[in-house]
């Protein structure tokens, strides 16, 4: 077989490799959620003592108030709540941490303090960064501002002129808002200042950072405000069908996510220009991208918009092969991961073989359907990457104890006897199989069970609060780690 023949070859994963599952919001810290601070950095810390050459973060965008980061505001902006204050008291724009008050107060301190203090150097930066990045940055910037004037309505409620984008309007709010639009961009500038710092830290110490590209857009989102030609929606704004999944093994009634589909005709005309952009900008944050529900780029499940649940939707056929070709022109080999679960068949297989796209695996989904299950690891293929499970699954402990005990006793025969309590075994053997990436959660690394679980899907409420303590860490984790990923030829030579 020819190296043009042979997906190995063309794929992004050229090694074995192993790393961990954590997103930002899960480190520890004082504030509501994990920040791009010291811990970031002390994390990172702990993936090289370990051994991991991987660290796979879920989307960083900022996010819609029920927290998840598959629904963003934004497909290129940066989530502020990320921000670490910390490093703005370091830079001498904020006088101290405040004890407490909003943080959009706050942010606008540090802006007032960076205008009144910051370097030449520092100031250059931030000009080039909002030059640089005006294709995306000078829209979400008005977006935002817009979202605060009419109290955080959808754009598709805004005045028709806001709604429809009226170009008197939109200049007319530029001049008038000036030093808003200039916060957002500051805060953006913030943002992509310390995710810069956290990826070089951990690059320089040879760990890739894995992220993830969510494969529809917020309808909410000025993706879809600013670029509405490239959406199947009504004159008003408002989507003609949305986006979800049949019923599957997460629901019974499907998933009904809500997302306006593409209109994939207006964006195969400008050679998938929007496609191109946003897998160029995903690329100056990761160096490694999963696109979520890549099925849907051969076909996706619509649902019509006013249906509460997504039982009552249809398959259509999506130009994958076409895109994906204009891609692979652009980015070459294409650093993308496949998330290719749920309902897959012949044709989505196809398409990720045919530009030799890494697949999952996940091995909690192996032990059923008897050893033709293609989880099961006997059954693995080398470009791909396995896990315990991810951040839409259980905790391995918590999904072992909720297992019948036949089911139990068929995990035990499988991976055979040992002395280690699960999650170790599965760990194991995502270790010791054949796929190229092995990927574990921290929370099974920490041995946790349910009360740890990032998300469920189908739910809205009680999804992507969770966060690890350093407590938690046993003693010895990190050097039980890397002898494991030694063991089955994942450690990078030294």
């Known amino acids: 077989m020819s190296p043009e023949e042979d997906p190995l070859a063309r794929s992004p994963l050229q090694r074995r490799e192993a790393g961990v599952l954590l997103h930002p919001t899960s480190l520890p810290g ?6 791009l601070g010291e811990e970031a950095f002390r994390f990172v810390d702990f993936l090289a003592e370990a051994g991991q050459t991987i660290w796979q973060i879920l989307p960083l965008g900022p996010t819609h108030e ?5 629904q963003c505001f934004s497909a290129h902006a940066g989530n502020t709540a990320l921000i670490d204050l910390g490093q703005l008291v370091e830079e001498g724009w904020l006088d101290a941490l405040p004890a407490k008050g909003p943080r959009a107060e706050v942010l606008r301190r540090a802006r007032a303090g960076f205008e009144g203090c910051a370097d030449d150097a520092v100031r250059e930066q931030f000009e080039a960064f909002c030059r640089d990045n005006a294709d995306w940055l000078e829209d979400f910037a008005l977006y935002q501002v817009l979202k605060d004037r009419y109290e955080g309505a959808a754009w598709s409620d805004w005045p028709v002129p806001a709604r429809d984008r009226e170009p008197g309007f939109i200049e007319e709010t530029r001049q008038e808002e000036a030093k808003a639009l200039r916060q957002v961009r500051f805060e953006q500038f913030v943002f992509y200042r310390q995710w810069h710092a956290v990826k070089g830290y951990a690059n320089e110490r040879g760990i890739r950072i894995f992220g993830d590209l969510p494969i529809f857009v917020a309808h909410d989102s000025v993706d879809v405000w600013a670029q509405r030609e490239y959406f199947l929606l ?3 704004g408002v989507p003609e069908v949305v986006a979800g999944v049949p019923p599957d093994y997460f629901s019974e009634t499907g998933q ?3 997302n306006p589909h593409y209109d994939w005709e207006r964006m195969a005309a400008d050679d998938f220009a929007w496609w191109q952009d946003r897998l160029r900008g995903q690329l100056r944050l990761f160096d490694l991208v999963r696109i979520d ?3 849907g780029f051969e076909a996706s499940w619509h649902v019509p918009v006013e249906e509460e649940t997504a039982i009552n939707g249809h398959w259509v056929k999506a130009p994958g092969d076409h895109l994906f070709r204009v891609l692979h022109e652009q980015f070459d080999p294409l650093p993308i991961v496949a998330e290719d679960l749920g309902t897959i068949d012949a044709e989505v297989l196809a398409l990720r073989h045919r530009f030799a796209l890494p697949g999952m695996i996940i091995l909690q989904f192996a032990f059923d359907g008897g050893p033709s299950n293609p989880y099961l690891p006997h059954q693995h293929t080398a470009n791909s990457v396995v896990y315990t499970g991810t951040h839409d699954n259980d905790t391995t402990v918590g999904w072992y104890r909720e297992l019948p005990e036949t089911s139990r006793d068929y995990v035990q025969e499988y991976l055979g006897p040992s002395e280690e309590a699960i999650p170790w075994p599965l760990i194991r053997a995502a270790y010791r199989s054949v796929a190229r990436l092995a990927v574990v959660p921290l929370q099974d690394l920490l041995g946790l069970g349910t009360g740890a679980r990032m998300n469920q899907p189908g739910t809205t409420e009680g999804n992507w609060g969770w966060r690890f303590d350093w407590d938690q860490f046993p003693d ?7 002898r494991m990923t030694a063991l089955y030829g994942r450690l990078e030579e030294e």
């Open 293 to 295: 529900h890549f099925r």
């Open 66 to 70: 029920d927290g998840s980061p598959y």
């Open 30 to 35: 004082s504030g509501p959620n994990g920040e």
């Open 234 to 236: 009504d004159e008003e």
């Open 256 to 258: 009904r996510w809500g």
């Open 476 to 482: 010895g984790l990190a050097a039980r780690v890397r």
